[in-house]
């Protein structure tokens, strides 16, 4: 980087709490769930609805699916997609992949029809693996895929208790046995028994450059990005997330995992993170409030992560009110800025929940697997986002630039360490903007967030360079949506932004102007509302339509002519403030 001033290097560098370095074995991450198997052979892997799966189960249900998938013809860099909720069969098949040297592209499963094909098209994935309950919305996505793609059909009764899967099926799964129904597609269960002991399997190879997982993040322009991670990677991101915990993760130890796997945090801490410690994880494929709650008391975990909507939902449920939370050692929020007012509710919710710690946010982006930075297990700065991980290094810089900024002004957020993507599928020019070579000679991750450090190593985030809204933890790209209600013949053009909301953090609003000569009336806008949403359920994920539409005449305009998105930003948040004040 350029020449810094003292100063300045000492806000780059880091000197508060310097950890040891770590040391990353050259293992893939199958083998190091396999390190962790045979260490604790009888120790529960994970636990689905009440029935538990030992270390040992677990890795002979991986060897089995990876012997399935090298006899259905996927090999090293074949890519095959999950598009699964946290279920057994989504985490046996990513670590199968990983056995063989395949890759594993997550999806999230309410993707729509359109994004899904995209996904199969630009991965080349050769399989999906989905839940019957997504079966009708992948087979149709099939029609626009460019290439044959076999589709894997996993039932929710198969991993659940005899008696719950008797239950599940007569309310529930009767409803989806009619998949598989085409030639292309066939049952987990029935796929799995190509798996027979007598197929070889490769061997397992540790590449630091090879693509073992494949996940997304939206483009600013509109189209999805896939990000590229390795083994090590995840490795060190998983030993680094148990350095930074600072209270022990390891047998004996469960984590409550209701973070998605198709999602950098559920993936790579709640998993990930969790299995190669050989600790335990309870699997929740779905979160409701009152499941999340029920699950708190009954499986009395000893580590929860979540995003802001999650903890703060926690406050409302009134099966808690009397909860012993002692239990916990860890609670980690990630996914979007925790606001200090909530942290200081969750902070004394535990307290009186008799649980002797505070919740603790973290932050990163998928470009580092998920999160890089942890505020301290008994400190906090009001505002902070925490400390690097191990062998994370971050510095502030002028946007855009490497030129250091003293400490407690702001800049761009940059970090480099070994969880830092390999880079973006076949996107090279967005891999040379976001991943950069400095003068140091390392190559640093420009994240497109703004931020300060004081002179204690304490990082704050401001906020996005770039657009994007946040709405229940999940990344929401106001140009793809843009983009969508753009095309619809009505329109002449539009601008989305996210409104501050108590629940979601953030819901997704779009302003509309239409085209002259179209009918202005009540009735015809709602017409038009309704046509915008149904083509936007070909392409757009449910979690990211918007929840409210406004029609305008004119939209303001930048100097340079742009929609000035800020200001109605700013109109937004102004009117959500005089609300709040009437209604007190």
């Not at 946290?86 to 594993?104: D, E, H, K, M, W």
């Not at 939206?218 to 060190?236: M, V, Y």
């Not at 779905?286 to 009954?298: G, P, S």
């Amino acid at each position: 980087m350029n020449t810094m001033t003292e100063d300045q290097a000492r806000c780059s560098q880091f000197p508060y709490r310097q950890r040891d370095h770590l040391e990353y074995p050259e293992l893939t991450m199958f083998q190091m769930i396999e390190r962790a198997a045979k260490a604790g052979p009888d120790e529960p892997a994970y636990e689905f609805y009440g029935k538990k799966t030992s270390y040992r189960e677990f890795l002979g249900d991986i060897e089995r699916a990876a012997r399935a998938f090298t006899a259905a013809g996927i090999v090293r860099d074949d890519a095959v997609t999950i598009c699964m909720p946290n279920t057994p069969q989504a985490i046996v098949c990513f670590y199968a992949l990983s056995r063989i040297g395949a890759v594993a592209n997550m999806v999230h499963p309410q993707s729509a029809l359109n994004e899904i094909t995209f996904y199969l098209n630009f991965s080349k994935s050769k399989c999906i693996l989905t839940l019957d309950m997504f079966c009708e919305k992948v087979t149709q996505a099939l029609n626009g895929a460019d290439h044959p793609v076999t589709v894997l059909v996993a039932r929710m009764q198969d991993e659940l208790p005899v008696h719950m899967a008797a239950a599940y099926t007569l309310l529930k799964g009767r409803q989806f046995l009619r998949f598989p129904c085409t030639e292309n597609s066939v049952l987990w269960t029935k796929f799995l028994k190509k798996g027979t002991p007598d197929v070889a399997l490769p061997e397992s190879v540790f590449d630091p450059r090879h693509t073992a997982v494949i996940l997304y993040s939206g483009g600013t322009s509109g189209t999805p990005k896939g990000i590229c991670l390795s083994d090590r990677n995840f490795n060190a991101c998983a030993m680094q997330a148990k350095e930074a915990i600072g209270v022990p993760l390891a047998k004996g130890y469960t984590m409550l995992s209701c973070m998605p796997v198709f999602h950098g945090f559920g993936l790579g801490i709640n998993i990930h993170t969790v299995l190669i410690h050989g600790a335990k994880c309870v699997l929740m494929p779905m979160f409701t409030t009152k499941t999340y709650a029920d699950m708190l008391i009954k499986k009395r975990p000893n580590f929860i992560a979540g995003v802001p909507t999650i903890f703060e939902a926690l406050l409302h449920m009134p099966q808690l009110e009397n909860a012993d939370l002692s239990c916990l050692k860890g609670v980690f929020c990630g996914g979007d800025s925790l606001t200090p007012e909530l942290k200081k509710k969750l902070d004394k919710f535990l307290t009186d929940h008799g649980a002797r710690i505070q919740i603790r946010q973290g932050y990163g982006l998928t470009e580092c697997v998920t999160a890089s930075c942890l505020t301290p297990r008994d400190e906090s700065r009001e505002g902070s986002i925490g400390v690097p991980f191990p062998d994370t290094t971050y510095a502030i810089v002028r946007p855009g630039t490497d030129v250091p900024v003293p400490c407690g002004q702001e800049g761009e957020i940059i970090l480099k360490g070994p969880s830092v993507m390999i880079g973006y599928l076949d996107n090279p020019e967005e891999t040379k903007k976001t991943l950069r070579v400095l003068s140091d000679g390392d190559t640093w991750l420009y994240t497109g967030d703004l931020g300060i450090m004081d002179e204690d190593g304490y990082v704050y985030f401001r906020q996005r360079i770039k657009r994007m809204i946040v709405t229940n933890g999940y990344n929401v790209y106001p140009g793809q949506l843009e983009n969508v209600i753009d095309s619809c013949p009505e329109v002449a053009y539009s601008c989305v932004i996210g409104v501050k909301d108590p629940h979601r953090m953030q819901r997704v609003k779009a302003f509309v102007v239409l085209k002259d000569g179209v009918d202005r009336s009540e009735e015809s806008k709602e017409k038009i509302r309704q046509s915008i949403l149904e083509e936007m359920k070909l392409h757009i994920a449910a979690y990211a339509l918007p929840r409210e539409f406004e029609f305008r005449d004119e939209l303001p305009r930048t100097l340079v002519g742009k929609v000035a998105y800020r200001l109605l930003e700013e109109e937004e948040d102004k009117s959500a403030g005089e609300g709040s004040v009437k209604a007190s």
